[in-house]
């Protein structure tokens, strides 16, 4: 056996061994995490876009995991091999675009949403989704091996975008990855200066920076193997940085679901018009059918006015044969007390029905008055508490 042939086989061997190992991790972070998977995902009847995101960052990869095996185990001829090369890193970005777009969601919320920095995002992400296309077409190639039937490993050739352009595909994901994480720190600094910080915001940001880290760290070795001249070895960190990848981004929506849910939950009230007015964030022990009610008390050394400014008491609704308001409404020492535990929605056939509950604030106190199509019956006595 030449020495090519020796290190070929030496190659080889620890290509399936690394690709074995970063396997054996993905399958054991999806094991172990199937508890909490089926709690925060599954249990949620509804699919959001960060649901389907999740399906396609885990799910998806064991697609891609089962190409990979077939292309580093599998023995291929020279002409399948060069016939096939760009079918891996193809079906590969879709997951490099499940995971930037997951990241890019919570970049959204952290800014409240905001219509210009969607436009930055999604700019962006049709960007990166750009030459994570271009780069497979134009600069990707098969490695060629001393003896065929063999591996069908990926390297790197000439284009028109330049010698090394097989480089960007992994420098873009690089370069998202910085940019979101750094407009991600920028808002916890931002929210620093205005108050303290939520612990879901800390959560955000530390298992941000450390998937940054993380990722970051197998891109750059993905750039540094490309560069150097041993063709034969460049693309052995490839499947590693595509694996991690699934495993961090699936860590990030389960820590965040679960540290939402060891905390907070979210009540939505809706006036009349069907616009949504405030989300109220509370205690999650209020959704305990035995929890007691959500108070929001007339003495404004209870009341917080930064807080809730307004809130919605929906229709009735038929419950048990019955007719019952959603939320019962009555009136103690001033204040006013909202049962939990019914869902608070106001659906578009019910807005004639409707009531809006108004804060007013006077000298001698904090008061509320009830409105419907526009009667304003008497107001409640303003006792305090």
């Known amino acids: 056996m030449s020495a090519s042939e020796t290190q070929f086989e030496s190659v080889v061997n620890a290509a399936q061994i690394y ?8 399958i054991w972070d999806w094991l172990s995490c199937l508890p909490q998977e089926r709690k925060y995902i599954w249990k949620s009847k509804s699919w959001t876009p960060i649901k389907f995101l999740y399906c396609m960052v885990r799910y998806y990869t064991f697609m891609v995991l089962i190409v990979t095996d077939v292309w580093f185990f599998a023995g291929w001829s020279e002409n399948a091999c060069a016939r096939y090369v760009r079918i891996l890193p193809g079906i590969a970005v879709l997951i490099d675009l499940s995971v930037e777009a997951v990241l890019a969601i919570r970049v959204y919320a952290l800014y409240a949403c905001d219509r210009h920095m969607a436009a930055f995002l999604i700019t962006m992400l049709v960007g990166f989704l750009g030459v994570m296309i271009a780069v497979p077409i134009l600069a990707f190639d098969y490695n060629r091996l001393p003896q065929w039937p063999g591996p069908c490993m990926v390297t790197g050739k000439p284009s028109i975008a330049g010698p090394k352009f097989i480089i960007a595909f992994y420098a873009a994901p690089m370069t998202c990855d910085f940019i979101m994480t750094a407009l991600t720190v920028y808002r916890l600094f931002e929210q620093n200066r205005e108050g303290p910080t939520n612990s879901l915001m800390k959560r955000m940001v530390r298992d941000g920076l450390f998937y940054f880290v993380a990722i970051s760290v197998f891109n750059l070795l993905n750039v540094i193997f490309f560069i150097q001249g041993n063709e034969m070895i460049q693309a052995i960190n490839a499947p590693a940085s595509i694996q991690i990848s699934s495993v961090l981004c699936c860590r990030l929506i389960l820590n965040l679901r679960a540290e939402n849910d060891a905390n907070t939950a979210v009540r939505r009230f809706s006036n009349t018009k069907n616009q949504w007015v405030t989300d109220i964030i509370h205690d999650a022990s209020v959704l305990s059918p035995n929890a007691n009610p959500i108070r929001f008390s007339a003495n404004p050394n209870i009341y917080s006015p930064d807080i809730y400014s307004q809130f919605i008491v929906p229709p009735a609704a038929h419950l048990d044969g019955e007719t019952r308001r959603h939320s019962r409404m009555r009136s103690h020492d001033g204040s006013l007390t909202m049962t939990s535990g019914i869902p608070l929605e106001l ?28 009667h304003v019956p008497p107001e409640l006595p303003k006792e305090r508490v």
């Open 347 to 374: 659906d578009e056939e019910d807005d004639d029905d409707g009531y809006d509950v108004e804060r007013q604030s006077g000298s001698a106190g904090s008061s509320f008055k009830l409105e419907q199509d526009g």
């Open 19 to 26: 690709i074995a190992c970063t396997t054996s991790i993905l």
